[in-house]
């Protein structure tokens, strides 16, 4: 019985710190969002901008490096953008803890299908489809 | 247009998707392509870009609000995310090699199959009857709390829940979309899954199935920054807004006004997809 009580209580933390994950995942995405838009409209306000045609040659900000070499310089589309690789990241994230939740229940074979999950993402990394 | 206008519209826009999606359960993706698509003229491509953001920030959002509750099977999540991440990715990488007008007619025809799903009556098939030999083996039956104690349920059809995903994937990485009405099917008519186990693990795989297609059309330069901003800010506050007045309200009239609102979307999405994108 007392053994029961501990598992439920596993369970239970278990969920308040995905909860806490997943929100705090959202929050500070959307934060650093907000901020790089800010930056970005106070210097191009009245910029006019155009999507009629798909231009990928003119892409900025569209790979992990080009994101990080932006934030060093501070500029605002590449903070949105690091923005929502953070949003990006946060069901990723999801899924590694699920993977070490697993590992302390000690079922392999989930532990296994969470790998093969998380190498299907990391492939997503990697994957230079072209244009 | 100015950067300053587009951004409020999109911002407006993208809250009305977010509200009324979390509101209808109908997901954000199917409002926001269709807003810049037919309303402000933007290309396809960084339309599905921009709405692959926001069926992640809706996923995140309200799983946070729902993960409380404790029902999601994360085993059977993880399971049926073999299959969706793998054909999400064949999705991105399809869509590829079609001509965008095709995409565009067929996420019309799935806008049509979304609204009639979302207004058809929901049966709830679960139950506790000999299951497969799969679902045994991978572990997927499970229990989750009531009233009375915890009530089990058995897993049916894994092979053909499992192809479903397939289908539900390929969709989901072809149109930036959650595949949400794909998904009910494979888990609700098809595994008999309980609802209130497969309404939360349909939006964990949405969310971790979004993700894997997201990273790949970041890499094909289809996530504009200067749209995803207001998209992601919109989406958010919109669903966050919605998951509260939904508490405490009926939708059922909301449902239909909305269904017929995604058909007209919908016809229009096609016929600009037969008509050369005019």
Known sequence: MSRQIKHYLGDKDVQVILGTLLRVGVIVSTSVVLIGGIIFLLSHTHQAISYTDFKPEEAKFSSVAEIFKGLKALDGLAIIQFGVLLLIFTPIARVVFSIFSFLMEKDYMYVLIGIIVLCVIITSLYLDVAH | ?278
Do not use: C, W
Request: proline fraction near 2%; glycine fraction near 12%.
């Open chain 2, 1 to 278: 247009m100015s950067v300053l206008l587009f951004t409020i519209i999109v911002l407006i826009g993208a809250f009305l998707a977010g509200l009324l999606g979390s509101l209808t359960g109908l997901g954000g993706g199917v409002i926001i392509i269709p807003l810049l698509t037919l309303g402000l003229g933007v290309d396809i491509h960084y339309a599905i870009g921009a709405s692959i953001i926001s069926v992640i920030a809706t996923s995140s959002g309200s799983a946070a609000a729902y993960v409380k509750e404790g029902i999601t099977n994360v085993r059977i999540g993880m399971f049926l995310e073999i299959a969706t991440t793998a054909s999400a990715i064949a999705g991105v990488i399809i869509a590829t090699y079609i001509k965008a007008d095709y995409i565009i007619v067929i996420f019309g025809f799935i806008l049509l199959f979304s609204a009639f799903m979302m207004l058809r009556k929901k049966v709830d098939h679960s139950n506790n009857e000999k299951t497969s030999i799969l679902a045994n083996y991978f572990k997927l039956n499970g229990s989750y709390p009531t009233e009375n104690g915890p009530k089990q349920y058995a897993v049916h059809h894994v092979v053909g829940g499992f192809a479903m995903m397939f289908i539900a994937g390929t969709l989901s990485g072809l149109l930036g979309i959650g595949s949400g009405a794909l998904k009910v099917i494979g888990m609700d008519n098809i595994m008999k899954i309980p609802f209130k186990v497969s309404t939360t693990t349909s939006n964990f795989m949405i969310g971790v199935t979004a993700s894997a297609s997201a990273l790949v059309y970041l890499h094909k330069g289809q996530i504009d920054p200067a749209i995803a901003m207001p998209v992601t800010i919109g989406v958010i506050t919109g669903a966050t807004i919605g998951a509260k007045i939904l508490i405490r309200t009926k939708t059922d009239k909301l449902k239909v006004i909305f269904a017929i609102v995604v058909t007209f979307l919908a016809l229009q999405m096609i016929y600009k997809g037969l008509t050369g994108g005019a």
